[in-house]
């Protein structure tokens, strides 16, 4: 009996977990989706590219502080936010041992250093890498003191703030 008991508790919490909802699988169309920026744009002097393959979206590239510069990114835009359930941003990736950022632009962002921002260090082997939302910083008081999911304007993936090669690979990105 007592067995029986607790297997429908563990079906009965394993029906009340929220699954995860795919962001980004790096499919066929995804190319379409995401698109490379570098800090040239400002007069910085990085430079790398994006490329989608069968393991996922591949950012590779020198990222250099010379000049006021520091980051070369990949954006995804989205048009009506994150579902306001979310809480949190699951990545599968991989890279080189360095950090890199996730950037979430909110509807509240009026010039284009308004962020919020989490990082994460991807190591040789594919992980996934958990970003709670409320962990991530504002990058000014302008915006509200947490970001609510439902604002999220983009979703930017970054080598940023030192200079390094960066070489990261994201085989997906989900929202839970």
């Known amino acids: ?20 909802t795919m962001i980004e699988r790096f499919d066929a169309g995804a190319g379409e989706r995401w698109r490379y920026i570098g800090d040239n744009v400002m007069g ?8 989608i393959g069968a393991e996922g979206l591949h950012l590779t590239g020198q990222v250099s502080t ?56 991807a190591g040789s082997a594919w992980s996934e890498v958990r970003l709670k939302l409320s962990a991530f910083e504002r990058s000014t008081s302008v915006l509200p ?10 979703i930017g993936l970054a080598a940023y703030g030192a200079d390094y090669e960066a070489d990261l690979w994201v085989g997906r990105v989900e929202a839970e």
């Open 1 to 20: 009996m007592r067995v029986w008991i607790c297997t429908m508790m563990l079906c009965a919490s394993a029906a009340l977990a929220e699954p995860a």
């Open 44 to 51: 910085g002097v990085s430079s790398g590219q994006a490329q």
């Open 66 to 121: 010379d000049n006021n510069g520091g980051f070369i990114q990949v954006r995804r835009e989205f048009e009506d936010g994150l579902d306001a359930d979310v809480s949190a941003l699951v990545l599968r990736v991989r890279g080189n041992g360095e950090r890199y950022t996730v950037f979430l632009r909110t509807r509240q962002a009026r010039l284009p250093w308004h962020n919020y921002k989490a990082s994460f260090v």
């Open 145 to 154: 003191a947490t970001v609510s999911p439902e604002d999220v304007k983009s």
